[in-house]
């Protein structure tokens, strides 16, 4: 095709769509009208779910489980894994293995015995979270407050 044809086609083109009617997808309908109440809502079944809602109690955060087991805690078999765990993290050479895991999720505890603030006897609630071991978490006896941090400006 030669530049001047070429060039009358896309302007052929480029007329027509230009000049084209939209299309209407519901003809009949007329657009909705924003409610007189001010609240946006254009169907009135709308407004009135919305204020039905606003009507009913507020839902309350469901405490969280205390004591617990934060994530990154470390949950080993026996007391001796932790004492080894604990050398091995202090560079001490360290025979066997050790059967200790890292908790990935926040789990529900319960205390057995304390062995001072680095070790802790624990079970977890749910069985296959973990089952009994010891711990060298810091669980405070009683629930930390939690203060949340002054709102942003």
């Known amino acids: 095709m030669t530049p001047i044809p070429r ?3 896309i ?10 009617v939209p299309a209407a997808a519901q003809p009949n309908q007329t657009p909705p009208q924003p409610s007189p109440d001010g609240n946006g809502a ?9 204020k039905a809602s606003e009507g009913s109690a507020p839902v309350k955060a ?21 004492a080894r765990l604990a050398a091995r ?10 059967d200790c895991k890292i908790i990935r999720l926040a789990t529900p505890i319960t205390i ?4 001072g603030p680095g070790r802790t006897e624990i079970t977890t609630t749910d069985p296959a979270a973990g089952g009994p071991g010891w711990t060298d978490a ?14 942003r400006q």
């Open 112 to 115: 057995v015995q304390r062995k």
């Open 89 to 98: 993290r202090m560079g001490q050479p360290v025979s066997g293995s050790l």
């Open 42 to 50: 254009a169907d009135p079944a709308l407004s009135a779910k919305k």
């Open 11 to 20: 302007a052929a083109c480029l007329g027509i769509l230009a000049l084209a």
């Open 138 to 151: 810091w669980l405070p006896a009683k629930a930390p407050n939690f203060v949340p941090p002054p709102p």
């Open 62 to 82: 469901q405490p969280l489980a205390w004591p617990r087991l934060d994530a990154g805690s470390v949950l080993c078999r026996t007391e001796d894994d932790l």
């Open 7 to 9: 060039f009358l086609t």
